[in-house]
C-alpha cells in the first residue's frame, strides 16, 4: 500500500507532498551533511494540473527549470496551450552534498523579451530516502502572492548514492557545475536567416488588412521583425543570426502577429523549421505554411561552421603561440580582401580579475560572475563565490563581423533563487582598444553614465583587415535579437527633445548668419560674403560639394593634432543622463505600487514613438557632427577617402552618366539578386558613428590612483 509524509516547509515556500512507491531503501535521515560521498539524482517530471493560465485566450505554453546551488541544471521541452501538461521527461543530476534544495521553476513560454513566471517549489533533498523511487508531489507558489493558488508538478525522484571508483568522476564533474552552466553558451555554429515576404496572410482588423511582425525563436535566443502596417502581403527583407548550441541544429519556432495599438496583438499563425534536416553550407529557400491560421512566410536559411569563439585559461593563449599568431595575422592580411567579407578580425579578451566591487549579499560579500558580449556573441566566467577582489584568468575570442562593434563587460552577483543582481559595467569600442595593454577600467552603472564601485582589470588585442572594414561600414548594421524592451522615460522624453532642439538651432542660427549677411549688418563681412557668393556661382561645378567636405574634414584635422580641439564634453547630455538614471530608480522601487503606466497604454505607445522619433532625429544630427569632428578617426579618414573618390568623378564624369549608372542599378538591383536586402550606404556609415550619448556612454573613466595594474590586492576569501 502507498502511504505518504508531509515535509516540512520554509517561509514564503511551497509544500511538498511524497508518495513512497516501494518499502525497500535506506533512510537518508541518518546521512550527516558532511558526507563527501556523490549523489545520482534521477528525476523524471511526470506532468502538471490546474496551471495558472499566463495568456490572453486563457492558457499558458508552460515549461519546467530545476536549479540547483543557483545553477540551470534542466529545462523541460515547452507544451503548447495547455493548463494540464503531460512531461514524461528525465533528467539525471550529480551532486556533491544534500544541503542544497532542488528548486523547480514553471514558466509560460512568450514570444516577448521575458517569458512569465507561473510558480516554484523546492524539493529538500535531506528528507528523500536512499535507492527508493518516490513519487513526489509539489505545490507551486508565488513568493509574492502566497495565496494564489497556482496549480501542482508531479515527479518521480530517486537518490542514489556514487562510491568507489566514480567518486572522483563524479567530484569534478559536480565541484564544476558552473563550467558546464558556462559551457552551455559556446555555439557549434551559426544559422542565417533571411525573413523576405509574407503571402495571403490573415486579415484581423476591420479594415480586412493587417499590420503584421514575426517573431523567431531558437532556445533562448529571440528576433522580432519591424511592423509592415497595413497590408496582407508584406515584404520585410530582413536578415540576421542565431547560433546553435546543439549538434543537430534544434528548431526554430516562428509565430506571426498583428500589430494593434491600446491592447494586445493578435495572434496570425505559427510554423517551425527542423534545423536537423537542412544541409550545411548551402542556403535554402522555404516557404512555410502557417498554421493556426492562413498565410506562408518566405524565408532563406543558411547553416555555417561555428566562428572562432571560445573560453579558456590565460595558459592557452592564442596571440602568446607564435605560430597561432602567425596564422592570424595572415587571415586578416590585406592579401586576403576579398575571403569572406563578413570575417572582418579577431578578438582576444583577457579577463583578469575585478577589485573592490559592491557588497550585494547580506553578509558583506558577493558572488561575482562576468558576462562578455560583442553584439550577440555571449560568453561567461565561473563564478568566485563570497568575494570582492574575484579572480577569473579567462580567455575569451570572438570574431569580428564590424569593427565599429562595442565590447561590454558586465559583472554580476550570483544570486541562488532570483535574477543575479548587477554589479557593473564597461562599454569598449572596439577602435578605442591599444592592443596588450593591461588596463583597469572603472565599472559604470546600467546606463554607463557615472561610476559604480570596483574596477576590472582587462587585457585586450584586436586584429582586424582595414579594407574589410571598410567595405562592411556600408552594409546594414548588425541588430541586437537581445534588447531591452522601450518604455516611457519623463527624462529620457525630455532628453531627446533637448538633443533634437540643439540640432535644429544650429540650423537656425546657420539661416540667421546668412541673413546678417544679407542685412549687411557687418559691411565688411558682407561684403565679403558676397564676392565668395559671385565667385562660386560663377565657377560652380557639382564636385566641388564633396571638396569643401573633404576641406571641413581637413580643417578639423589639423585644428586637433595643432591642440586647439574644439571639442567639448557634453555635460548636459551627461546630467540629464545621470536623471534619467534616478528616474529609473525610482520607477523600479514605485513599479509594484503604481499601475498607472499600464491604463494608459495606448498614450505610453504614441509616446514612446515620439520618444524614439526625437532620439533619431538628434542622432542623425549628431553623428554628422562627430563625423567631421574626427570622434571616430577611423570613420572620418575613410569619409576623407570617400569624398576624394567622389570630387574625382564628379570632375571627370559627366553628371548625366552618373544618374544613368546610378538608375540602371536602382533598376537592375530586384533583377540581378531578387532577395537582397534594402539598403543606404550613406545611412548605414553614419549608424557606426557614435551619437554624443553614446560618446558619453563609452567615455573611459580615470581609475582611482589606488588601483594599479601592478599593485595586486590578496582576495578575500571571506
Known sequence: MLDSCKLKSACNLPLIYYKKINTSGTSNADVPLADPGMYQLDITLRRGQSLAARDRGGTSDPYVKFKIGGKEVFRSKIIYKNLNPVWEEKACILVDHLREPLYVKVFDYDFGLQDDFMGSAFLDLTQLELNRPIDVTLTLKDPHYPDHDLGIILLSVILTPKEGEHRDVFQTQSLRLSDVHRKSHLWRGIVSITLIEGRDLKAMDSNGLSDPYVKFRLGHQKYKSKIMPKTLNPQWREQFDFHLYEERGGIIDITAWDKDAGKRDDFIGRCQVDLSGLSREQTHKLELQLEEGEGHLVL?????????????????????????????????????????????????????????????????????????????????????????????????????????????????????????????????????????????????????????????????????????????????????????????????????????KRCVMVLIN????????????????????????????????????????????????????????????????????????????????????????????????????????????????????????????????????????????????????????????????????????????????????????????????????SHSPCKRKKNNLG
Not at 546600467?446 to 588585442?461: C, F, H, R
Not at 535579437?481 to 533634437?500: D, G, H, M, P, V
Not at 551619437?691 to 556612454?697: A, K, L, Y
Request: aromatic residues 12%; glycine residues 2%; charged residues 25%.
Open 510 to 705: 546657420a539661416a540667421y548668419y546668412v541673413n546678417s549677411c544679407f542685412d549687411w549688418d557687418s559691411p565688411p563681412r558682407s561684403l565679403a560674403a558676397f564676392v565668395l557668393f559671385l565667385f562660386v556661382v560663377w565657377n560652380f561645378e557639382l564636385y566641388m560639394i564633396p571638396l569643401v567636405l573633404l576641406l571641413l574634414l581637413t580643417w578639423n584635422y589639423f585644428l586637433i593634432i595643432s591642440g586647439k580641439d574644439n571639442r567639448q564634453r557634453d555635460t548636459v547630455v551627461e546630467d540629464m543622463l545621470e536623471d534619467e538614471e534616478e528616474e529609473d530608480d525610482r520607477d523600479d522601487k514605485d513599479s509594484e505600487k503604481k499601475g498607472f503606466i499600464n491604463k494608459i497604454y495606448a498614450i505610453q505607445e504614441v509616446c514612446i514613438s515620439v520618444q524614439n522619433i526625437l532620439d533619431e532625429v538628434a542622432s542623425f544630427g549628431e553623428r554628422i557632427k562627430n563625423t567631421f569632428n574626427w570622434t571616430v578617426p577611423f570613420l572620418s579618414w575613410l569619409a576623407i577617402v570617400a569624398f576624394c573618390v567622389f570630387t574625382v568623378i564628379l570632375y571627370f564624369i559627366p553628371l548625366r552618366y552618373i544618374v544613368l549608372v546610378w538608375g540602371i542599378n536602382k533598376f537592375t538591383k530586384k533583377l540581378r539578386c531578387p532577395y537582397a536586402i534594402d539598403n543606404n550606404e550613406l545611412l548605414d556609415f553614419l549608424s557606426r558613428v557614435p551619437s554624443d550619448v553614446q560618446v558619453v556612454q563609452y567615455q573611459e573613466l580615470k581609475p582611482d590612483p
Open 300 to 500: 532563406l536559411v543558411t547553416l555555417t561552421a561555428s566562428a572562432t569563439v571560445s573560453i579558456s585559461d590565460l595558459s592557452v593563449n592564442s596571440l602568446e603561440d607564435q605560430k597561432e599568431r602567425e596564422e592570424i595575422l595572415k587571415r586578416y592580411s590585406p592579401l586576403r580582401i576579398f575571403h569572406n567579407l563578413k570575417d572582418v578580425g579577431f578578438l582576444q579578451v583577457k579577463v583578469i580579475r575585478a577589485e573592490g566591487l559592491m557588497a550585494a549579499d547580506v553578509t558583506g560579500k558577493s558572488d561575482p560572475f562576468c558576462v562578455v558580449e560583442l553584439n550577440n556573441d555571449r560568453l561567461l566566467t565561473h563564478t568566485v563565490y563570497k568575494n570582492l577582489n574575484p579572480e577569473w584568468n579567462k580567455v575569451f575570442t570572438f570574431n569580428i563581423k564590424d569593427i565599429h562593434s562595442v565590447l561590454e563587460v558586465t559583472v554580476y552577483d550570483e544570486d541562488r533563487d532570483r535574477s543575479a543582481d548587477f554589479l557593473g559595467r564597461v562599454a569598449i569600442p572596439l577602435l578605442s582598444i591599444q592592443n596588450g595593454e593591461q588596463k583597469a577600467y572603472v565599472l559604470k552603472n546600467k546606463q554607463l553614465t557615472g561610476p559604480t564601485k570596483g574596477v576590472i582589470y582587462l587585457e585586450i588585442d584586436v586584429i582586424f583587415n582595414a579594407v574589410k572594414a571598410s567595405l562592411r561600414t556600408l552594409i546594414p548594421k548588425e541588430q541586437k535579437y537581445i534588447e531591452e524592451e522601450n518604455r516611457l522615460s519623463k527624462q529620457l522624453l525630455l532628453r531627446n527633445f533637448i538633443r533634437t
